[in-house]
């Protein structure tokens, strides 16, 4: 499928859950400008932003009306070695300009978009999309859930203590939908925002500082 962008801003992804959730923002936050994604089948994964990145350049038209170009990635186990290595990657796509830190906009040139990274839950902490969606599961009147969930991956038979802070927080957003969604005790996160009667709603303040930092990006380029 040729690409084809419509907007002047453009949001890269590691996957489908990414873009259902920040679609989910543009959608139901006030004041959110509206913005492209990479179609969902293709080039996704924390280490392909720079294949996103030239791909980009196959709309040649609409590339040049292009104001931005922000990376939304999940923290992982450490937010700045996942800078670093996104960094890389768009050094490697070639031509774009190079953001020095988290949320830095590395201003527009003459023929490339402005470039910014940010991270999920935020730049200061290690995990991803799901540690946001635990908080939202477990405010109240369900916050006595997280001390159960706590308890069960204690248990020195799961050994959830040796695993890493991104794959402990997927644990618990998966104990927490098991304990809060009868209908459907399985639900992934990727269909967590999904209208009619959504798992969570990102209208709630938890994703307050989400809604800020985009706006963020959208006013500066």
Known sequence: MPLRLTQE??????GLADQNFLRK???????????????????????????????????????????GVLIVA??????????????????????YPVPNKLLEIAPRTADHPAVCVML??????????????????TRQPHDWIKGCIEAFLRC??????????????????????AAT????????????????GPLVVVTDPCFNDVERRLKLFFAGT
């Open 74 to 95: 999940d923290s992982h186990d450490d937010p700045q070695q996942t800078f670093d290595q996104i960094k890389v990657q768009i050094e490697r796509a070639g031509k």
């Open 25 to 67: 923002m543009q959608e139901h936050r006030n004041g959110m400008p509206a913005f492209d994604m990479l179609p969902p089948q293709e080039h996704f994964g924390s280490t392909n932003f720079d294949r996103m990145l030239v791909a980009l350049r196959g709309d040649p038209t609409a590339f040049a009306r292009l104001r």
């Open 156 to 177: 020195d038979r799961i050994e959830a203590h040796t695993w890493g802070s991104e794959t402990l927080d997927k644990s618990r957003y998966e104990c927490a939908v």
């Open 9 to 14: 801003h453009v949001i890269l992804c590691e």
């Open 120 to 137: 999920l839950p935020d730049e200061g902490n290690p995990g991803g999309l799901e540690t946001l969606c635990f908080r939202y599961l």
């Open 181 to 196: 969604n009868r209908a459907d005790p399985s639900k992934a996160v990727s269909y967590a925002f999904k209208d009619p």
